[in-house]
């Protein structure tokens, strides 16, 4: 089956389509949103404004090799090799745990109830060392 992306708005359309049995639509959406950043570094906030921008044979190849790994169950975070935890850009692997957005919560919450703390915090076997 031939697959038609040509634009952003595409990708987005091809996504849904294609991970609508897998994910909730919400999660689609989100994953939709992070993989048109990664791929092709427009920033989610300037997706919608960006809907008609084409895309390159390059990126429609990145695009499609995303999705098959998506529909095996593979993690988003391993497929790019990447998260985001705390406002900061985390590399992992299959290797390393995914931080967990409770991880995030408890993170903010410590840091936020230690503010005069001049110490210093070890990260050690814990994951990715995102903490």
């Known amino acids: 089956m031939a697959v038609n992306i040509q634009t952003i708005k595409d990708i987005q359309t091809y996504?849904?389509?294609e991970l609508k049995d897998?994910?909730?639509k919400s999660e689609t959406d989100a994953i939709t949103r992070i993989v048109i950043e990664t791929v092709t570094g427009i920033a989610?906030?300037?997706q919608f404004y960006r809907m008609?921008?084409?895309?390159?044979?390059?990126k429609r190849e990145k695009i499609l090799e995303i999705c098959?790994?998506?529909k095996t169950g593979r993690p988003l975070q391993y497929i790019?090799?990447?998260t985001t935890f705390y406002?900061?850009?985390i590399k992992l692997n299959n290797e390393t745990l995914i931080p967990r957005p409770e991880t995030?919560?408890?993170?903010?919450?410590?840091?936020k109830e230690n503010k005069d703390f001049t110490g210093t915090v070890l990260d050690l076997g814990t994951g990715s060392g995102c903490i």
């Open 22 to 24: 897998i994910y909730a």
């Open 87 to 89: 406002n900061c850009r």
């Open 44 to 46: 989610r906030s300037g």
């Open 68 to 70: 098959k790994e998506l």
């Open 104 to 111: 995030e919560e408890l993170t903010d919450l410590v840091i």
């Open 52 to 58: 008609q921008q084409e895309v390159t044979s390059v």
């Open 15 to 17: 996504l849904a389509e």
């Open 80 to 82: 790019l090799g990447e």
